[in-house]
């Protein structure tokens, strides 16, 4: 954990009908000072919408260029999926490709300049890489019902997530297809 880091608590409850995935989950999760809340509220979106048997937050932080911001492990260490956040270069994803057996993205940002980056450069399979786009007037939206201590139900259906925070319901579009 980086050192000044800001320390968020989730309590969770996951319905992701799209996937079949039903959890409660508490998360606790390390804002960086130059981290943005959207970042950190895709990070934590992110997380919950990829929950699975050995996920975890990396322990290198956002910062780290060798690690996935979270990563899908099985038992024996064997890294199954990098998912990442935002806008990752090119080769970023290259490296992630060729790590894991699975990629996903999760981003609120524009993907043709990212698009335009991977078609420019190689990148292993990336035809399989999994993009996961949250509009950022639904993040920011968001923002103000999170404090230090928040709890969220989400629900995920047909591609619509619905996220209640106390008496407040948002609902969003989370739109899923390959980057290329």
Known sequence: MAPNATIFRFSLTISDVDRGVYE???????????????FMLTRTLAYALSVEEGIAFSKGGISSTDEPPIAVRDPTGLLLAWIDIGSPSAERLHKASK?????ALFTSADLAGLRREVQAR???AAETIEVFQLAPSFLDALEPHVDKHTKMELVRNEGVLYVTVGTTTLEGAITREMLV
């Open 122 to 124: 190689p990148v292993h």
């Open 24 to 38: 409660t989950i508490d998360l606790r999760v390390a804002r960086h000072p130059s981290e943005t809340t959207r």
């Open 99 to 103: 790590a894991a057996r699975r990629v």
